[in-house]
């Protein structure tokens, strides 16, 4: 069974340009979780989605960012315009049913904003 | 807002040490779950724990969940360098998604 995978891991991205970070949850898992760290601090939960619909983006900024889980294909965090406090690590992580289910995280993607 | 302090934040010790990382908070949670997070890694989870005043081990490591449901320690025997890795507690409270902590980076040296 393929755990939950990320891609890119790495994304290099200039200033104003967008970012496009991809997540495709364990097999059978229909929720999916973003999480952003930044160095020196923990994990930030972003958004809770179940597919094609979004159960609660109370910690994702106002503008700028964007999540969807489509009824096929992986679930995307769009950035718009990067500015350099976007710079971390975003992690997407599944479940098989809700948030009180055990989440599976994946490694993870690098964000550079140059 | 709920939080969840951890300390140490950083430990840096000699294999075959024990140690003790705590997280606390002023909230309950209805469950509280530590992960371990390798370099360049999403975070892995180790253990779950649910009722207050639990104790569950896992080979050298040992979890407690605090009787009130607000705090929990993990205590590792004989430290390895394999034990090397940041050391996260995360809350669930009611339906909500996990509340995490900072973290502990731990440093096991041979």
């Known amino acids: 069974n393929a755990g939950v995978m990320q891609n890119p891991r790495h994304l290099v991205r200039r200033r104003g340009q967008e970012a496009r970070l991809r997540c495709s949850p364990m097999?059978?898992?229909?929720?999916v979780y973003w999480y952003r760290q930044l160095p020196e601090e923990g994990l930030k939960f972003m958004v809770y989605?179940?597919?094609?619909?979004?159960?609660?983006e109370s910690g994702m900024p106002k503008e700028r960012f964007s999540a969807e889980f489509p009824k096929e294909g992986p679930s995307i965090l769009r950035i718009q315009q990067v500015v350099r406090g976007d710079s971390a690590a975003y992690f997407c992580?599944?479940?098989?049913?809700?948030?009180?289910?055990?989440?599976?995280f994946g490694p993870g993607t690098r964000l550079l904003v140059l | 807002t709920q939080l969840l302090e951890q300390s140490p934040q950083f430990l840096s010790i000699q294999e075959g040490e024990n140690l003790t990382v705590y997280c606390n908070s002023s909230?309950?949670?209805?469950?509280l779950q530590w992960y371990r997070q390798e370099p360049g890694e999403g975070p892995v989870l180790l253990v779950t724990?649910?009722?207050?005043?639990e104790v569950k081990k896992l080979k050298r490591l040992t979890f407690q969940f605090g009787d009130a449901r607000k705090d929990s320690s993990l205590h590792i025997t004989a430290a390895q360098p394999g034990d090397t890795g940041l050391y996260l507690c995360?809350?669930?409270?009611?339906?909500?998604?996990?509340?995490f902590g900072k973290g502990t980076m731990l440093l096991v040296s041979p």
């Open positions: 992580a599944s479940s098989l049913r809700g948030s009180q289910e055990t989440q599976y």
């Open positions: 097999k059978g898992h229909s929720h």
């Open positions: 989605l179940q597919k094609e619909n979004i159960i609660d």
């Open positions: 909230s309950v949670f209805s469950s």
């Open positions: 724990v649910v009722t207050g005043g």
């Open positions: 995360a809350g669930v409270a009611g339906y909500s998604t996990l509340t």
